[in-house]
């Protein structure tokens, strides 16, 4: 089946760093990475990092200097590089991309994963 899978997140303290990676499973014929989204309780969910076709990356401002998205299209992954991290940074994350696959094709979303700034 086809599936964005998420990895890399967990509890981390606050200034230090994080690599979330975004995986597409199965047989999959072209990847399009689109960028990451988080929530927090109680928050609408905000885009936080947007990539473009051609590379271009662009950033909510509460994160530009300190996060760096990338995508390695051979892989089929997009990576969130997340560095000096705040406890305001706490929430779930979710990857967005969009998938060709033989008897697919779409928008499609991760599952999310947590991270947690905390002392």
């Known amino acids: 089946q086809v599936q964005l899978v998420e990895s890399g997140g967990g509890l981390v303290q606050p200034g230090g760093s994080l690599r979330l990676s975004c995986a597409a499973s199965?047989?999959?014929?072209?990847?399009?990475?689109k960028g990451w989204y988080r929530q927090a309780p109680g928050k609408q969910r905000e885009l936080v990092a947007a990539?473009?076709?051609?590379?271009?990356?662009s950033y909510a401002d509460s994160v530009k200097g300190r996060f760096t998205v990338s995508r390695d299209n051979a892989k089929n992954t997009m990576y969130l590089q997340m560095n000096s991290l705040k406890p305001e940074d706490t929430a779930v994350y979710y990857c967005n991309a969009g998938l060709v696959a033989a008897t697919a094709v779409g928008d499609y979303w991760g599952q999310g994963t947590q991270v947690t700034v905390s002392s």
């Open positions: 199965g047989n999959i014929f072209t990847f399009y990475a």
């Open positions: 990539i473009t076709n051609g590379g271009s990356a």
